[in-house]
């Protein structure tokens, strides 16, 4: 992509409505621009590091034998009538009323959705356990949208639900998501915890909040900080490590301010092991058995010829937030560096020549090269000045930077992982550091 | 995937409201379920569809040089009344309030919106031309929602929006896309005619919608037959290219029933080219140059300094549309067959062993083999008795066919492409055979 036809509008100065620095930065580098209160056009750029996100949590849930679908973003009143939830849920929720006065609304989750759908279509046993889940847009009518969009109106999510025949059943979908969440969240270079909570709108059992530390996030988490050590990477999904997950999370503590039990948090954590700090919630996770199977009657034939109410359990992660939260976590000192599973393009090219100068060409001529080797390349090749080409790719955060000045020889650029040194590298080389850097397999 | 672990519900008895064949499939094989009127959950089968077609839609886009971003589904009002559209739209639009008494509205298309993006980021000629791309769920509040998701509320779009500096550029974007959507309609194995349009409530001066022929669609179209013999897969996005297209379909008749001119027709077609057929709109595009540039006051600035309001397009795909009006074209005799381009699996093992039998083995053996070599695989590990088995996956529509039964010895299995003639082979072959079809390069 050549930055000259691109539309990445960077703002010099940016409203003093944006407090969060990931509001700043998408703003600053068009990622986003607010087209009324708390709802957002994702710009190119943004749209990119999006779009991303969404397939690593697409890739991780189809691993976890979670099967993908799309229920619409309007719904009829009347499901929610049947669940109870219609009057229920509050001003949060968008209701109207379309042309022939039928009352609908914007979905803002979809349990009641989904328990129609598996009612209508499932009749036995044969087809549990079963798993499925929708990334669509919701549209949650908060009173005061703030922080871009991390506290927004319309955002996109990623909801799944289970469906068991049973309670036991139920919760080894529980743990199954858990440890797809885990991976997921590893997979973004982030470090999420599992924290139990309150069950809310949802309703239910048993929840858990996904936290990743942050020093700008909203809420407060007590911790333990040897949770923090857990690899997911190399557990299946299996009932051992169902196992592991809950023992590793059950015996440290972790808890937001709404959870927090100080007399507990004293008593089984030592000082040198507290911790204190600001989190965001990226995900959660639902366990609420028959909360809806019962009033939308959804039911299955047993092995032994039995009616029952499925067991079910649903699980979001707020795939639009965590462009938001990742930004929280790896913008330092007006440094921004995306992991290399989401960042949109692989490498930039900052071109320090002017317009068809032996420079220029050389920047041009590498391009063509990276992009023949399948490599995801911008090219900045706009006239402004080269102090500001830094800066403003310091800001976009593509880990990789070549710069084509006049300093090198004519075969050799210079190449920077952000936040680390400038080497002098020949071609060959180079696409031999990108490929083994985003595992790119020929 | 294992059939058994997937969710696709297959209705023996379908609705009458269920009219034309698009519609009847689709709820026939679990595609789709409607869920309030004009409002459809896409289940797996047909998301997966869907998400191919949109894909092929995409790659198109940004060959052509268009660049994706995402608008929101929810608009304000005010920028409709700018444009002066809010009253004029009528009851398609639905409207409403949040719960702070804002008129919002579901976004029906998108010029508004855009025109507001690009007044408030864009401000020199030099980043023109530009097209921008998304592709979004819209509503329209249909007062008799019919045929499916032929002419369903909620309904995927991919809508493009030119700005150029003048009318001459933005002519060439007008035929830079009109070439795009031949190529589009191409790889999705359909033959897509533009025809002169009315230019409706989008407005304009030059509209062309692009028709395919299906003996159920919806309009009429008088066509000289000479008008189907272009093949745009060789074309660059050249000056060239933009004429030849615009010389073949001026040179050769095509109109709907509303742009007819019977005595012209008569006039400059011969007895024997003269063509009347049914056809269902695909797509339709507009240059309506300043309409909504001079309302919404997106100006640029020129080389020579002047202000210019910026020369605009507008270029819609239905995407979700598209699903049905593959059906429309391909299904007949009650065998459906996708475009490879576009089809859920690659091939689908349909097993007539019974759980742990030698066949069935023979057939898993088979399913990791193709797992292993990349193809999306659907095995047929149901208890369904044969017959059934082999009239489903006639109306799945997956292009390729294994049929693993007792028939054949241990290394051979039965391998047919819908339609054709069934023959025995090797695995090696088999794999050959689908690598070539599927165009998969290792």
Redesign the interface.
């Known amino acids: 992509m050549k930055l000259?036809?691109?539309?990445l509008?960077v703002l010099k100065d940016i409203s003093s409505d944006a407090k969060i620095k990931s509001h700043q930065l998408m703003l600053r580098i068009?990622m986003i621009?607010q087209?009324?209160?708390g709802?957002?056009?994702?710009?190119?750029l943004?749209?990119?590091i999006?779009k991303k996100i969404e397939k690593v949590v697409r890739e991780e849930q189809d691993k976890s034998?979670a099967?993908?679908?799309?229920?619409?973003?309007?719904?009829?009143s009347?499901i929610w009538r049947e669940s109870g939830r219609y009057e229920s849920y509050g001003?949060e929720m968008?209701?109207?009323?379309?042309?022939?006065d039928?009352e609908?609304l914007?979905g803002p989750t979809n349990e009641e959705?989904i328990t129609?759908?598996f009612r209508?279509?499932?009749k036995s046993y044969?087809?549990l356990p079963?798993m499925?889940y929708h990334i669509q847009?919701k549209?949650r009518?908060e009173?005061r949208p703030r922080f871009g969009i991390m506290r927004c109106?319309?955002f996109l999510m990623k909801d799944t639900y289970s469906f068991d025949l049973s309670k036991e059943d139920a919760q080894k979908s529980y743990f199954r998501m858990m440890l797809c969440y885990l991976k997921t969240f590893q997979k973004l270079e982030l470090k999420a915890i599992p924290t139990k909570a309150e069950t809310g709108p949802i309703g239910g059992d048993l929840s858990h909040e996904f936290i990743i530390l942050a020093d700008t996030g909203e809420s407060e988490i007590f911790l333990d900080k040897n949770i923090l050590n857990f690899d997911p990477s190399n557990l299946k999904y299996s009932e051992n490590s169902f196992l592991e997950i809950s023992n590793h999370y059950s015996k440290y503590y972790s808890a937001t301010t709404e959870m927090h039990d100080k007399d507990k948090f004293e008593k089984i954590t030592t000082k040198k092991s507290q911790m204190i700090k600001k989190g965001i919630e990226v995900g959660h996770i639902f366990y609420f058995g028959q909360k809806y199977s019962k009033p939308l009657n959804a039911i299955v034939n047993s092995k032994d010829g039995k009616n029952v109410n499925v067991y079910m359990g649903s699980y979001g992660i707020g795939v639009s937030r965590l462009v938001g939260a990742v930004i929280e976590a790896k913008y330092n000192n007006n440094i921004m560096k995306w992991p290399k599973s989401i960042t949109p393009f692989h490498v930039a090219i900052i071109n320090l020549g002017k317009k068809n100068d032996s420079i220029s060409k050389k920047a041009f001529k590498l391009y063509d090269e990276l992009l023949k080797n399948n490599f995801e390349v911008i090219i900045d090749d706009t006239e402004n000045n080269p102090s500001n080409k830094f800066k403003n790719f310091d800001l976009i955060g593509i880990p990789f930077q070549i710069i084509v000045g006049s300093k090198n020889k004519d075969e050799e650029f210079e190449f920077k992982e952000l936040g680390k040194d400038t080497k002098v590298v020949k071609i060959k080389e180079l696409i031999n550091i990108l490929e083994k850097e985003y595992k790119i397999v020929k």
């Open positions: 000259s036809r691109y539309f509008p068009g621009r087209s009324s209160a709802i957002y056009s994702w710009l190119p943004g749209y990119k999006l034998g099967i993908e679908m799309l229920m619409p973003t309007i719904q009829s009347d001003e968008l209701r109207f009323k379309d042309r022939q039928r609908l914007y959705l129609q759908l209508d279509n499932i044969k087809s079963l499925l847009w549209f009518d009173i109106r319309e």
